[in-house]
């Protein structure tokens, strides 16, 4: 008689890890940024500061790839928007990626405050120390570029573009910058969000291109964005660039101030009310 032995697995096998290749759903994503915003508060003032200069620097960096591809006079003026909006899109792309503290995406923490996780006070104290931390990363880029030669690339070019950029964002009416800066956020948390969602490094990146292409293109209101283009074009104009821009005389110190009080206030709005307490109020709010 033949025996037959039945092999019996070894107890010790490793067992397959089941491996979730989807987007988080909306609630679980809700559930990832109000996680998120508590820890943000958590974390101490010197290291939210330097993690905001990185972001600022990083916003920075992407505004500059803007004026860069946008120099060209021969291109049109739709595909140039377009392009320009793609190459922006770098900043946001180093900022969820490597890790950084951008006071527009930090609107989100509403969010924790509606869902009483944190208090008004950890979150305005998050607000001022990552604003004054952006904007601090963007004037170190500000400075690094100019000694660095950069907006006399193209024979110029690059300068008289900045100049004109400035200018043209400071030379709107107040109201006109805030309504931007709504809209503007409004995308820009939604980019984030998509950033929460995603699974992997490649998912965040395509997630977040339209979005934050789009905004730009449209013309929109950031104001991280604008701590780096408004001095960058202040400087270009002091150092002879874009002289027959319409509108140079405005791209001063009080111009800019101008442009970023109405850009942040209408950026909180839209990132605040619009996104993030509106999901709050669909994905976690107990009815």
């Known amino acids: 008689m033949s025996q037959q032995h039945t092999k019996q697995p070894a107890q010790d096998a490793p067992q397959p890890i089941a491996v979730n290749i989807n987007a988080l759903t909306p609630a679980e994503t809700e559930e990832a940024v109000e996680k998120a915003g508590v820890n943000k508060t958590r974390m101490g003032k010197r290291k939210t500061f330097v993690s905001a200069m990185f972001a600022g620097a990083f ?57 009483r996780k944190i208090s008004w006070t950890a979150l305005a104290k998050n607000w001022v120390i990552v604003w004054f931390g952006n904007l601090v990363g963007a004037l170190v880029l500000v400075t690094l570029i100019a000694l660095a030669g950069t907006m006399g690339l193209n024979d110029g070019a690059v300068g008289a573009t900045a100049v004109a950029t400035a200018a043209g964002k400071i030379n709107l009416s107040w109201g006109v910058i805030f309504v931007r800066g709504i809209l503007c956020n409004i995308l820009v948390c939604l980019a984030v969000r998509v950033g929460f969602s995603a699974r992997s490094v490649g998912d965040k990146v395509l997630g977040i291109l339209l979005p934050i292409a789009g905004f730009v293109a449209m013309g929109f209101e950031h104001c991280v964005a604008n701590m780096f283009f408004l001095p960058i074009g202040m400087v270009s104009r002091l150092a002879g660039y874009g002289a027959d821009v319409a509108g140079a005389a405005a791209v001063d110190l009080p111009g800019i101030l101008y442009n970023l009080s109405a850009a942040t206030l209408g950026n909180i709005i839209g990132g605040a009310v619009f996104v993030a307490w509106a999901y709050w109020f669909v994905n976690a709010r107990k009815d």
Do not use: H, Y
């Open 59 to 115: 916003i920075g960096f992407g505004a500059l790839f803007f004026l860069i591809v946008t120099c060209d006079p021969a291109m049109t003026w739709g595909p140039k928007r377009f392009v320009g909006g793609l190459a922006f899109c770098m900043g946001l792309v180093l900022v969820l990626c490597c890790g950084a503290e951008l006071f527009t995406g930090n609107s989100l923490m509403v969010s924790d405050l509606a869902a």
